[in-house]
């Protein structure tokens, strides 16, 4: 079992981090309050390529593994925990229908 982060994993983790201290600032209680958060932001995170991690690169994501949104999500969390959950929440469903799509397609 493997405890440190790769070298892709820790670029993952500071950009992520970087995101936060650029994008969310003090918006994350405006954002629970209003229970939305901005299209801009959501569209920034997949500019960066953080949206789709688990997604196979084939459908447009990333192809990563669960370690890498893990990574991610608990960056994420430091800023917003509105905008981890959902990046959490996405991650999942969305592989496991591509996933499936492709059994039996």
Do not use: N
């Amino acid at each position: 079992m493997r405890f440190e982060l790769t070298d892709d994993e820790i670029m993952l983790r500071d950009m992520a981090r970087d995101f936060v201290a650029r994008t969310v600032g003090d918006g994350a209680g405006a954002w629970d309050h209003a229970r939305a958060i901005p299209p801009r932001v959501l569209a920034a995170l997949d500019e960066l390529g953080l949206g789709g991690l688990c997604a196979p690169e084939s459908a447009g994501g990333a192809g990563l593994g669960l370690m890498a949104l893990a990574v991610v999500v608990e960056a994420l969390a430091v800023g917003s925990a509105s905008l981890a959950a959902l990046t959490a929440a996405h991650a999942g469903p969305a592989t496991v229908a591509l996933a499936e799509a492709k059994a039996f397609l």
